[in-house]
């Protein structure tokens, strides 16, 4: 590399991601043949509209890459319609929102401190601004709750739910999501659709360990660099062909211009390396890490979410006395990355919370096991309650992550 100063960065940031612990549970290593494409000559190209009709000469090769991310994508997700065009995950919900939309319906949304995303009606996104969110609420439990969505379709009548979150620990029921949106919609003169953001458990669907939602839902909005552990984009899916072409427009040239076939094709590559069987076994090992972790955390007698799935949050405020930017900024300090994030009835501000939230699909891709995550737990458990000295800790955390596998050389198996 010619520029000598961002050399110098990505070399300080490797040793980073190297030295430390991962554990935000939005966050995972690509391998190198999912970097070597998305670092690619195909950057060069323009390529807007989709393959056989673009607007440009000299397609023929992306249209090649992305037919075969199409076709990886859909045979991933047992589904009929991929588009595989989103540049984020936020720009994949605003398409899907303009495809099934119009500007002030009414969508209906989990209260955004229980672990929706920002693109769910946040007041300060677009969609807010665009269309009329009202929210549902989890139970006195923290638990999603059929009966309550029911009465929320009931009472609000609107023409899109929305499920799929950030940092909902448990798993979800998408199929009694669909019987009570259908129950609903027997009597209801705005006929409900169903949109699933599934950015966080992406992998987990994939790898067959828990409820497909292309099953049930109209449209589902993914991105592609979480627990799918490719590089950083959007996707959408649907099972509705009937929708496919509104799909497409919403995306180009209704919310993006040219594609990035460059990130496109690194795509494919990930949903090749995610049909292996190779993949399904990770999938396993992250939800036994996470799971593992949490409990030890409950046997040291911290209050934990418990989980089903990659992630689960920590009460820091009433375990330790810290608020979660506190908690967060002292794990930083021996190596271990985490973020603050609210918890169920929180009563601090998003910039402070009362939780951490920890997950183990980043750490597991460089080989993290059981024994480790315990391990890890305890490390987090001696650094909040001050049990040991930071600077224990942080030759055990390094000592940790140096026995694992470097994030520069990760490959995964490629089943053909
Ligand atoms: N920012 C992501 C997360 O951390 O969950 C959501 O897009």
Known sequence: MNDQAIAHFLALEAKRQNDGIELIASENYPSRSVREAQGSILTAKYAEGYPHRRYYG????????????????????????????????????????????????????????????????????FSSATYDFVFYPLNANGHLDLAIISRWLDQENPRLFLAGYSAYPYAIDFQGMREVIDSHNKHSQVPCLFMVDMA??????????????????????????????????????????????????????????????????????????????????????????????????????????????????????????????????????????????????????PNETSGLRIGFAAATTRGCNQEEAIRIADLIDDCLSKAKPFETLTKEVHAIASSWKDVMTLDFPIEE
């Open 200 to 349: 966080h458990i992406a992998g987990i669907v994939a790898a067959g360990l828990c409820q497909n939602p292309l099953k049930y839902a109209d449209i589902v909005t993914s991105t592609t660099h979480k627990t799918l552990r490719g590089p950083r984009g959007g996707l959408i899916l649907s099972n509705r062909l009937d929708l496919a072409k509104k799909i497409d427009s919403a995306v180009f040239p209704y919310t993006q211009g040219g594609p990035l076939e460059h990130v496109i094709a690194a795509k494919a590559i990930a949903f090749q390396e995610d049909l292996s069987s190779a993949f399904v076994t990770y999938m396993k090992q992250v939800l036994i890490n996470t799971k593992a972790c949490n409990d030890e955390l409950v046997r040291r007698g911290r209050i934990v979410s418990g989980t089903d799935n990659h992630l689960f949050l920590l009460n820091v405020l009433d375990s330790y006395g810290l608020t979660g930017k506190e908690a967060q900024q002292s794990l930083e300090l021996i190596g271990i990355t985490t973020n603050k994030n609210m918890i169920h009835g929180d009563r601090l501000k």
């Open 58 to 125: 000299g397609c023929e090769v992306v249209d090649a890459v992305e037919d075969l991310a199409i076709e990886r994508a859909k045979k991933l997700f047992s589904c009929a319609y991929a588009n595989v065009q989103p540049h984020s995950g936020s720009q994949a919900n605003a398409a899907a929102y303009h495809a099934l939309l119009q500007p002030g319906e009414k969508v209906l949304s989990l209260v955004l401190n229980d672990g929706g995303h920002l693109t769910h009606g946040s007041p300060v996104s």
